[in-house]
């Protein structure tokens, strides 16, 4: 109940085009779901996040799309650059202070020109 | 900007041998995190911190591993008996108020040999 599903495990992008990464998860409790960025040898960092009263957030070229019926949300990286290439994690968690962050199992993303 | 730094970033040390990783939350988060990252693995939360006390740990956080904040800005993570299976990259994070974003240090890689 605590997990959180996320899909793939890698991908390969082209210069210029969409990125689409999958979260899924079982615990109805939670009300926080950010999106971290990790570069090799540095820590997570936030990217965007949404909260379940909203379908849709958009920063920039990273959009989160949520759908609260499906347990569902994903991260969209319009016009991808090489830049982008990093790991991409899903988070989500209860919203409280007390209630940690539990991850997605990671996306390696590489942005190819 | 204000960060959390964390030292050293890498140490080996022998199993057995007990360790200590430092760190330093942004000054004016009252949440304090300690993650660990098995090298391509999740991020997986270990434990919370705030007022002073435990808040809340997760089954991997057991009796070998302690937390403090011994002073008014330094927060620390205790592994007494340093197994082969701790190694990882241990990151400490903080938060404003436990709701908004947790922001994560550069983490330090434990490797136990």
Redesign the interface.
């Known amino acids: 109940q605590q997990q959180v599903k996320q899909s793939p495990q890698s991908l390969i992008v082209q210069k210029g085009g969409i990125s689409i990464i999958n979260c899924a998860y079982e615990n109805t409790a939670f009300d ?1 779901f ?1 999106w ?1 960025q990790q570069f090799p ?6 990217l965007i ?1 949404i909260r379940p009263d909203v379908s849709e957030k958009k920063e920039g070229r990273f959009t989160i799309s949520f759908n609260k019926s499906a347990k569902q949300f994903s991260l969209h990286i319009m016009d991808s650059q090489p830049g982008d290439s990093a790991t991409y ?1 899903c ?1 989500a968690s209860g ?12 996306t390696r993303l590489s942005v190819i020109a | 900007e204000p960060e959390v730094t964390q030292t050293p970033s890498h140490q080996v040390t022998q199993m057995g041998q007990e360790v200590i990783l430092r760190c330093v939350p942004i000054s004016n988060h009252l949440y304090f995190y300690w993650y660990r990252q098995i090298l391509g693995q999740k991020v997986e939360f270990l434990v919370s911190f705030y007022n002073n006390e435990i808040s809340e740990k997760s089954e991997i956080f057991d009796d070998q591993f302690s937390v403090e904040r011994p002073d008014g800005s330094n927060f620390t993570l205790k592994i007494r008996s340093t197994k082969l299976e701790d190694s990882a990259m241990y990151f400490c994070a903080s938060s404003m108020d436990g709701i908004h974003e947790a922001f994560f240090g550069q983490g330090t890689r434990l490797t136990v040999v």
Do not use: E, H, Q, R
């Not at chain 1, 040898?41 to 936030?46: D, F, H, I, T």
């Not at chain 1, 919203?95 to 990671?106: A, D, I, R, Y």
């Open positions: 926080y950010p971290y040898g540095k820590g997570p960092a936030l996040a994690f988070a919203g409280s202070g007390n209630t940690p962050l539990v991850f997605g199992k990671g």
